[in-house]
């Protein structure tokens, strides 16, 4: 329950089965990438699982739920969520959506068959009017459908940076889209230099560039240097069915625009 002048938000947790689950890893680990343009690949990454992308991926992405719980969201709030797949993001202001708390939410992925999810999920949630899906590049300052530039009072890009070849660009278009004070809020997997084994960066860099995933300590690194630090939190998260000690890094950031 949210206090007195707080939005309220949702654990979102989607139930899974395990016939389900092995559908998922079916795609993954027998899956081919394939394309010439990065929309193709995605696409042929995830058309055969993104029905079923919420129910598996949300225990294995850890760093979503303490980003979207500790999201600042003010009256009005304009929120533009950046690679934000099926939307999912959005179950966790569910109640509040429909509400003088959001003004409006836009939400861009550049992988059809997420994006089919997504607006099936605005349809069955009775979202429309307030939640935009957008189909398109999130590094696209010109994307049709963006609110005007200085307008956002948060952006949020969660699990996509990792998966943007050129992925600075879309730090710059949240940059852009933000208004002076305005929130940016990032979460992904990452490489932890302080207490990282150096075996362990190296295993988990391989693992995800085999599905086009690159870890980088740059990223925190830029997003340090671009806006004013309120929260970081690293911690290490597991996956569904590989050993617990298995752990990869993952990062929960908060950041201010100066």
Request: proline share 5%; aromatic share 12%; with cysteine.
């Amino acid at each position: 329950m949210a206090g007195a002048g707080e939005v309220e938000r949702t654990d979102y947790t989607p139930k899974s089965s395990f016939a389900d689950d092995l559908r998922v890893l079916k795609a993954m680990w027998f899956g081919s990438v394939s394309g010439d343009s990065h929309q193709d690949q995605l696409e042929s990454f995830y058309n055969k699982q993104a029905h079923l992308y919420d129910q598996y991926r949300h225990r294995m992405l850890h760093g979503r739920k303490p980003l979207m719980m500790n999201m600042p969201v003010k009256k009005g709030c304009v929120w533009v969520d950046l690679g934000g797949g099926t939307a999912s993001n959005v179950e966790f202001f569910g109640k509040s959506v429909m509400t003088d708390w959001f003004k409006s939410v836009h939400v861009v992925d550049l992988t059809p068959s997420l994006v089919r999810v997504a607006k099936k999920r605005v349809e069955d949630n009775n979202w429309g009017g307030k939640v935009n899906i957008i189909l398109g590049d999130a590094t696209d300052p010109n994307l049709e459908g963006l609110p005007p530039s200085g307008s956002c009072d948060v952006v949020s890009i969660s699990y996509a940076v990792t998966m943007i070849p050129n992925w600075r660009d879309v730090l710059k278009n949240a940059h852009r889209l933000l208004k002076p004070g305005g929130h940016i809020c990032v979460c992904d997997f990452t490489v932890d230099r302080d207490s990282q084994w150096g075996i362990s960066k190296t295993f988990w860099k391989y693992l995800f560039s085999t599905d086009h995933i690159y870890l980088s300590e740059e990223h925190i690194e830029t997003l340090q240097s671009m806006f004013d630090q309120t929260r970081l939190e690293v911690n290490y998260g597991t996956f569904p069915y590989v050993p617990f000690f298995l752990k990869c890094p993952y990062y929960a950031y908060i950041g201010q625009k100066k």
